[in-house]
């Protein structure tokens, strides 16, 4: 199992930049890929940043794709989602989440078991 406590949200004029992290208790946290969703109210939970296990993959939606960067460090227990170049359209609640199997679907929510409470993130014009 594992228990994923988000970081870092706030409010940010566009353009501006943020990290979000994602910190992880739990053994064995390099078993799990982690994903980053986010929700608009009203809205969908949408696919926003994956990395692998050992972190050698990553994949992006096109929405975010050049502008946010995923990264984790096993031996700290924590994932970073790195945004630039922020926009109002990027106001969401952000969300990280743990998965140990279905890596192939990892666009979906239903692939990961395990959730974090979500961090705010407003984006101003």
């Known amino acids: 199992q594992v228990q994923l406590v988000e970081s870092g949200g706030g409010v940010v004029q566009a353009g501006g930049s943020l990290r979000l992290s994602c910190a992880a208790s739990?053994?064995?946290?390099?078993?799990?890929?982690v994903g980053w969703f986010r929700q608009a109210p009203g809205k969908e939970r949408d696919f926003v940043a994956i990395i692998s296990k050992g972190g050698g993959n990553r994949d992006y939606p096109d929405s975010v794709r050049g502008r946010f960067t995923i990264s984790r460090d096993n031996a700290k227990n924590t994932v970073y989602l790195q945004m630039n170049s922020l926009k109002p359209e990027d106001t969401a609640v952000y969300y990280c989440?743990?998965?140990?199997?279905?890596?192939?679907?990892?666009?979906?929510?239903?692939?990961?078991?395990?959730w974090g409470q979500g961090t705010q993130v407003t984006v101003s014009s």
């Open positions: 989440a743990a998965g140990s199997s279905s890596y192939k679907e990892y666009r979906t929510t239903s692939s990961y078991a395990y």
């Open positions: 739990g053994r064995t946290f390099g078993a799990y890929f």
